[in-house]
T-cell receptor
Framework: QQQVKQSPQSLIVQKGGISIINCAYE??????FPWYQQFPGKGPALLIA?????SEKKEGRFTISFNKSAKQFSLHIMDSQPGDSATYFC?????????????FGSGTQLTVLP | KAGVTQTPRYLIKTRGQQVTLSCSPI?????VSWYQQTPGQGLQFLFE???????NKGNFPGRFSGRQFSNSRSEMNVSTLELGDSALYLC????????????FGPGTRLLVL
């Protein structure tokens, strides 16, 4: 069962444009929603994260919008740059006993054209 | 602080063999999680260790196993390798105690022929 659905699978944006990646989740027990950025040959790196009691979080050019009632959240990258070209994963986390477990979306390959 | 390190970075094995991958977490981190990343299935959780005890396990067959040592370093083992085990195996660490942020290593790319 895919608990976190991510779209689109790939995205091409012009330099300076806005990149938008969407995710939807099913399990209301999730209480922490991070976004990871992965470059080829590297492991995923935490980009930005949000908790469900907040509707929006902004860090520099990156913004998460969160809609708890719709069980959806999205990543907006403003003024996209070629250096932002990477694969982006949304994730959802919940406590499982004494630990936390991350469930990832399927990933979005972002290409920013110069 | 040094990041999460994984060894080896690349590995080629044949079907039926077994393999052991190693992960050294960030200093002070006591929780280590393992993930399998493939183009078809994406990132899937394998298991998580904290203080040498497995706390969580994903939906993988028993051929996949792991352990954690007293210095928090972890190993994962895959026995009787299958072609479908070809993947990038990622290790992530955090401080434990329900800490949310996980820090990933660069991964070990395993190719099974």
């Amino acid at each position: 069962q895919q608990q976190v659905k991510q779209s689109p699978q790939s995205l091409i944006v012009q330099k300076g444009g806005i990149s938008i990646i969407n995710c939807a989740y099913e399990n209301t027990a999730f209480d922490y929603f991070p976004w990871y950025q992965q470059f080829p040959g590297k492991g995923p790196a935490l980009l930005i994260a949000i908790r469900p009691d907040v509707s929006e979080k902004k860090e520099g050019r990156f913004t998460i919008s969160f809609n708890k009632s719709a069980k959806q959240f999205s990543l907006h990258i403003m003024d996209s740059q070629p250096g932002d070209s990477a694969t982006y994963f949304c994730a959802a986390s919940k406590a499982s006993g004494s630990a936390r477990q991350l469930t990832f979306g399927s990933g979005t390959q972002l290409t920013v054209l110069p | 602080k040094a990041g999460v390190t994984q060894t080896p970075r690349y590995l080629i094995k044949t079907r039926g063999q077994q393999v052991t991958l190693s992960c050294s977490p960030i200093s002070g981190h006591r929780s280590v999680s393992w993930y399998q990343q493939t183009p078809g299935q994406g990132l899937q959780f394998l298991f998580e260790y904290f203080s040498e005890t497995q706390r969580n396990k994903g939906n993988f067959p028993g051929r996949f196993s792991g352990r954690q040592f007293s210095n928090s370093r972890s190993e994962m083992n895959v026995s009787t390798l299958e072609l479908g085990d070809s993947a990038l195996y990622l290790c992530a660490s955090n401080q434990g105690a329900l800490q949310e942020t996980q820090y990933f290593g660069p991964g070990t790319r395993l190719l099974v022929l």
